[in-house]
């Protein structure tokens, strides 16, 4: 994997508490998941990575996509950012959108991990820090099952 620039890190930490209410208000704001069903999920069931390329440079996630019943939940993580659970799950079209919120070197940050399926079969991901602040593009690969 590959290591996220600090250089973006610090980009992002500026431009979010420039544009945030305060460290305060972000830091305590509560999401909770939406009403994504396991079947509107299925498509997006499973580990997945992101290899994922910014204006600093590339990054790397792993994304676990699971649903226990009709419950589905998400985690995601990085070799920078230990795995956390996201927030928030929800459908934007085809695409399936997930939110989570960390802390960087003491700040809270806002992320949206998006997974778009294109008509191919192909999936792309898009990672959007702090509003908008620092994006990443790139594919998102999922891994076969094992046999």
């Given at each position: 994997m590959t290591r996220l620039p600090r250089a973006m890190a610090v980009i992002v930490l500026l431009v979010a508490l420039a544009y945030t209410p305060g460290a305060d208000a972000l830091a305590s704001t509560v999401y909770t998941a939406t009403d994504v069903s396991a079947a509107d999920a299925a498509p997006f069931l499973g580990e997945w990575t992101l290899a994922l390329q910014g204006p600093n440079g590339p990054g790397t996630f792993?994304?676990?996509?699971?649903?226990?019943?009709?419950?589905?939940?998400a985690e995601i993580a990085s070799d920078t950012l230990a795995r956390q659970a996201v927030s928030t799950i929800s459908l934007a079209g085809k695409s399936l959108v997930l939110n989570y919120a960390f802390t960087w070197e003491g700040n809270p940050v806002q992320a949206v991990a998006t997974l778009i399926p294109d008509k191919d079969g192909k999936t792309t991901a898009?990672?959007?820090?702090?509003?908008?602040?620092?994006?990443m593009n790139g594919s998102a690969t999922k891994k076969e099952k094992e046999k």
């Open positions: 792993t994304l676990w996509i699971t649903a226990e019943k009709e419950k589905v939940s898009q990672m959007d820090f702090a509003g908008g602040a620092y994006v």
